[in-house]
């Protein structure tokens, strides 16, 4: 089965940085877009990154657009997220997500999710 870990969480003050990791392990075929999404208690989850099987097409949402930057290596079938500039607003838990073809078929899989608390 495939498995999405996250790592990379913690506590940081306002205007730190943090580098989340997601990985994916398991058999699979290949693996399509890969996401970063949070969501924080009593909010609705939310897109923050998205990235293309190649790379080419790279998306963020408003409000992290400029400050935080999606990559992924294909080779490690890894996924990052660089954030900057943090704020107390991007206090959430961060979740992977990536559809991945194990078969004939696409999944969506998503990892556990990984804590980050920006301090003001």
């Known amino acids: 089965q495939v498995q999405l870990v996250e790592s990379g969480g913690g506590l940081v003050q306002a205007g730190g940085s943090l580098r989340l990791s997601c990985a994916a392990s398991?058999?699979?075929?290949?693996?399509?877009?890969m996401n970063w999404y949070r969501q924080a208690p009593g909010k609705q989850r939310e897109l923050v990154a998205s990235i293309s099987a190649d790379g080419r097409y790279i998306g963020y949402g408003a409000s992290v657009k400029g400050r935080f930057t999606i990559s992924r290596d294909n080779a490690k079938k890894m996924v990052y997220l660089e954030m900057n500039s943090l704020k107390p607003e991007d206090t959430a838990v961060y979740y992977c997500?990536?559809?991945?073809?194990?078969?004939?078929?696409?999944?969506?899989?998503w990892g556990q999710g990984t804590q980050v608390t920006v301090s003001s």
């Open positions: 997500n990536a559809d991945v073809k194990v078969t004939f078929k696409l999944e969506t899989y």
């Open positions: 398991g058999s699979m075929l290949s693996i399509g877009t």
